[in-house]
C-alpha cells in the first residue's frame, strides 16, 4: 500500500484515549480479513468528517476499513468497561471493535471512528470477535434513520463484507462497521474504573471526559458535580426523544449508554408500531426489563449506577458526596418529563403551555392502546387531517377527543397554519419499520441487491420533509400471529 495516498484520503487521526491510563485500553490491530468489499458507504458524512469518497471506494480505503491496514499515526485499541447487563454486573470491554483514532472533523470536532467486527481482542471472552452483515447493515440503517429524525446517535460511515464466513446458527458472511461517535466513553466505562481503578485512575478519566464533552465544567466550583449533572440532563433528554418517536433501545445495559448523550449500541432496537408501553422486540428481554415504557426508568437507574462511580470526587465525605448524587439524581424525573411533554405538545402541534395539556395527551395515548392504533401513523393523521378506517378514528371518545384538541389549539395565539407547520416538523412521515428494514437486509444480504436498502436510507434521511415518495414507507404491515422478534447482533 502506498502511504502517500493516506493524507489525500483526508484522514486526520488523533489518539487522545492514550493518554489515560493503560488499564483503561489495549493497544491491539485488527485481525486482517481475507477478502474485503465495500457495500455500502455513507458519503455525506464521509464529506463531513473531511473524508475523500471516491478515495475511500478505492482498494486502500476498502483496505482500512476491513482493519487490513492501519493507517498513519493510529494507535488501533480496544476500550476495557464494565456493565450491569440486565441487571447483573459483569467485567466487559470491546471484544469485537477496535477504535483505530479520533478523526479530527473540518469543522473541529473530534469524533471516534471505531471498526465493529475486527477480530478478537483481551476482552473478547469466549466470542470470536466478529460481526456478520445482517446486523451490521441493521445497525447502519437504524443509526441513520436516528439522524434523520434528529436523535443524538453515533452513525455509520461504511460496511465491508470479509469474505470470510462467520459461524452463528448457520454459517453467515462475516462484516465490518465502521462507526463514528462522538465518543465510546459509557456508563461502564467509569464502572469499570471505580471497580478497578484507584482514585486517581478514575480522576483521570473524569477529567478527560469532561476535557471532551464538558469542557464548560472546569469553569464551574465543582466540575465533578456540573458533569455528573449534564450527564444526567443529556440522557433524560435523549430518552424523551426515543419516547417520542416510539424506539425501542432493547439492551439498555450500563456499557450501552454513552456518556456524551449520544444513543449507541443498535442491537436488538426497533421502532413500535401499535401504541403498547409494553412492547418488547428482543428475544432475550424475556422479563420485559427494556420495554417501551420502562426507558424512561431504566434511564434513570443506569444514572445512579453512574452517579455512584462519580462518589470519590464529588465531595471528600462520602455522606456529603452522596447528598450531591441524590439530589442530581432525583432532578432526572422532571427534566425527562418536561422534555416529553414539549415534544408531545409540538407533535399536537400546541405552542404555548397549559396545565391540561398533560391530561389531553394521557388521553390519546390511552385511546391509542386500547384501539391498538398505530403510533407514527396517529400522528400523521392528526398532521394532514386525513383519517383512515382505523377504529381509534371511527370510536366516539377519539371524536370528543378530538373536539377538545381543536379547542385546545383555539386557545393560542399561532395561526392553525403555524400549528400545521410544528406538527410536519414534529411527526415523520416514516420510520425504519421492521418488515422495511427486512426486507432491505434480505435483499442486501441473500441477493447482494443493496437498491432497496439504498432507497429505504434515502427516504429515511429527510423525514419530516412529507414527501410523496415517503407515504408507500408509512403503511403498515396486517398484524401477523407471529409477533416481531430482534436478535442480539453479535
Ligand atoms: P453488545 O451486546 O454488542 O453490547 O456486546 C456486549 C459485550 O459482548 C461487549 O463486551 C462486546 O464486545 C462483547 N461481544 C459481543 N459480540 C462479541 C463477539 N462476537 N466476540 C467477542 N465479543 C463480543
Ligand atoms: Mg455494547
Redesign the pocket.
Known amino acids: 500500500m502506498a502511504s502517500g495516498t493516506l493524507g489525500d484520503m483526508g484522514w486526520e487521526l488523533d489518539n487522545s484515549y492514550t493518554q489515560l491510563p493503560e488499564r483503561f485500553y489495549t493497544s491491539i490491530k485488527p485481525t486482517p480479513v481475507r477478502s474485503p468489499k465495500l457495500v455500502i458507504l455513507n458519503d455525506s458524512l464521509a464529506t463531513a468528517l473531511g473524508l475523500n469518497v471516491e478515495l475511500l471506494k478505492k482498494d486502500g480505503g476498502v483496505q482500512i476499513f476491513a482493519g487490513n491496514m492501519v493507517l498513519r499515526g493510529s494507535i488501533p485499541l480496544a476500550q476495557a468497561?464494565a456493565?450491569h447487563?440486565f441487571g447483573y454486573f459483569t467485567m466487559?470491554?470491546?471484544?469485537?471493535?477496535v477504535l483505530i483514532g479520533e478523526q479530527r472533523t473540518p469543522s473541529g470536532t473530534r469524533v471516534d471512528i471505531q471498526l465493529k467486527g475486527s477480530g478478537?481482542?483481551p476482552?473478547?471472552?469466549?466470542?470470536?470477535?466478529?460481526?456478520t452483515l445482517g446486523p451490521m447493515l441493521r445497525e447502519y440503517i437504524i443509526s441513520e434513520a436516528m439522524h434523520g429524525l434528529g436523535i443524538p446517535t453515533t452513525r455509520s460511515l461504511a460496511v465491508v463484507t470479509t469474505g470470510e464466513t462467520v459461524i452463528r446458527e448457520s454459517e453467515l458472511p462475516g462484516a465490518v462497521l465502521t462507526r463514528v461517535a462522538a465518543s465510546h466513553l459509557r456508563v461502564g466505562t467509569f464502572q469499570f474504573a471505580a471497580n478497578w481503578g484507584n482514585l486517581d485512575e478514575l480522576r483521570a478519566l473524569a477529567d478527560y471526559t469532561i476535557q471532551r464533552h464538558f469542557t464548560q465544567a472546569f469553569d464551574t466550583d465543582n466540575p465533578y458535580l456540573s458533569f455528573l449533572r449534564e450527564v444526567i440532563r443529556r440522557q433524560a433528554v435523549l430518552i424523551a426523544k426515543w419516547q417520542l418517536v416510539g424506539f425501542i433501545h432493547g439492551?439498555m445495559?450500563t456499557?450501552?449508554m454513552s456518556l456524551s448523550g449520544e444513543t449507541i449500541?443498535y442491537?436488538p432496537c426497533a421502532f413500535m408500531n401499535e401504541y403498547d408501553p409494553q412492547t418488547v422486540f428482543s428475544s432475550i428481554d424475556t422479563g420485559g426489563r427494556y420495554a417501551y415504557g420502562n426507558q424512561p426508568a431504566i434511564g434513570e437507574w443506569n444514572l445512579a449506577r453512574f452517579a455512584e462511580t462519580l462518589l470519590p470526587l464529588l465531595a471528600d465525605e462520602e455522606k456529603e458526596a452522596i447528598k450531591i448524587a441524590e439530589n442530581e439524581i432525583f432532578k432526572y424525573a422532571a427534566i425527562y418529563q418536561d422534555s416529553w411533554l414539549s415534544g408531545m405538545r409540538s407533535k399536537l402541534g400546541i405552542f404555548n403551555q397549559e396545565a391540561e395539556d398533560e391530561s389531553l395527551i394521557e388521553e390519546l395515548l390511552r385511546l391509542m392502546e386500547i384501539y391498538r392504533a398505530d403510533y407514527t401513523n396517529t400522528f400523521l393523521a392528526l398532521t394532514f387531517d386525513e383519517f383512515n378506517d382505523a377504529p381509534l378514528f371511527a370510536s366516539d371518545e377519539f371524536k370528543h377527543w378530538y373536539d377538545r384538541w381543536l379547542l385546545r389549539l383555539g386557545r393560542q395565539a399561532e395561526s392553525k397554519a403555524g400549528s400545521h407547520q410544528l406538527m410536519r416538523n414534529s411527526n415523520p412521515a416514516l420510520i425504519p419499520r421492521n418488515h422495511l428494514v427486512e426486507e432491505a437486509l434480505e435483499k442486501a444480504v441473500k441477493n447482494e441487491d443493496y437498491d432497496v436498502m439504498e432507497r429505504l436510507l434515502d427516504v429515511l434521511s429527510k423525514p419530516f420533509a412529507h414527501l410523496p415518495k415517503q407515504a408507500a414507507y408509512a403503511s403498515v404491515p396486517e398484524q401477523s400471529s407471529c409477533p416481531y422478534r430482534t436478535f442480539?447482533?453479535?
Open positions: 468497561y456493565g447487563q466487559l470491554g470491546d471484544g469485537r471493535a478478537r481482542t476482552y473478547s471472552r469466549r466470542g470470536d470477535g466478529r460481526a439492551v445495559n456499557d450501552n449500541d442491537g442480539c447482533g453479535t
